[in-house]
């Protein structure tokens, strides 16, 4: 088998029908390849839609519980058998044949553990499709500053580009990654909820001796949107996660730094939109610990036999 192809589905049924659609469509005849997709505990009737509706040779694993992003990909790994594991979102369309045009560049370069085709958004417009680790440097100073004054190592992400980019992570929402690679540093970190999963996979293998590239010449849609505000609780899973990445992957004085720099901004924040208070306060008594994730808040939900 070439390719597993993972897809989570979290009440998104008749996108990820959609989504399975657009890669039977653009994919070559040529390439063998499954589709594994991993119910993360959507409600009822969105899973047995999707259910009824899934071809017979796709397969369908369901979780008892949301155990999000990294768990419910994990769970999708126990049943692949491909050579390289292709991690999508369920709300992502094919424009070219991403699948065939990552394989054949990861054939013929053995250093790249991972890759990720260029995003764009349904109106066909730019979107960001790698990103710069997270540091002191950005915190303080700003993307632009990095993309400016470190340009070799940190390119800029709205560039024009014709030729595969070397880059710090590539986003979430399409992973191409050798099998072998993925498996050897111990696929994604399953402490890690939501938020944060690709920078903590591309460091870690960054830290093997293996490259992130953005292959700019295959693309695809994804439909999320981004300018949906984020509520109190993703904007603390946000902390959590990415104080998390920091400390396990860049040391405890980074993490201790950046943790005080976010209290200090959240303060400011407060003292201009009443909504930031409530983080802050967060933050500041109880701090951003996994034990607080939304992970924890998870309930199980278990299907009866008289709906299957």
Known sequence: MDVSIIII??????????????????TNIQLSYEIIIVDNNSNIDDYLFLRNQLPQNIKLVRSVFNCGFSSGNMLG?????????????????????????????????????????????????WKKSF???????????????LETFFSKTKP??????SQPLKVDFVQGSFMFFRADYFAKIG??????????????ICKRLKNKGYDSIHIPTSSFIHYEGASTKLGY????ELTISYLYVLRK????????????????????????NW???????????????????LRKKQTINFIHHENN
């Open 187 to 200: 696929g994604f970190d399953t402490n890690i909820f939501l938020y944060y999963e690709e920078m903590d």
């Open 275 to 293: 909504s930031h208070w409530k983080l802050f306060f967060t933050l500041l008594t109880l701090g951003a610990p996994l034990s607080h994730s």
């Open 131 to 145: 990103d710069h680790f997270h540091g002191i440097r950005k915190k303080l100073f700003g993307k632009s500053f």
């Open 249 to 272: 992957n860049f040391g405890y004085p980074r993490y201790l730094f950046i943790k005080y720099f976010i209290l200090i901004q959240t303060f400011f924040k407060s003292l201009f």
């Open 77 to 125: 790994v126990h049943h692949a058998t491909g050579d390289y594991l292709a991690f999508i979102n369920s709300d992502v369309l094919f424009i070219d044949d991403c699948l065939q045009d990552l394989k054949n560049y990861m054939d013929h370069n053995l250093k790249t553990g991972v890759c990720g085709p260029k995003q764009v958004s349904k109106e066909l417009k």
């Open 9 to 26: 589905n979290f009440n998104t049924a008749q996108l990820t029908l959609d989504c399975i659609q657009s890669i039977q469509e653009k």
């Open 156 to 161: 800029k992400r709205k560039g024009n580009y």
């Open 233 to 236: 609780l993703k904007k603390l």
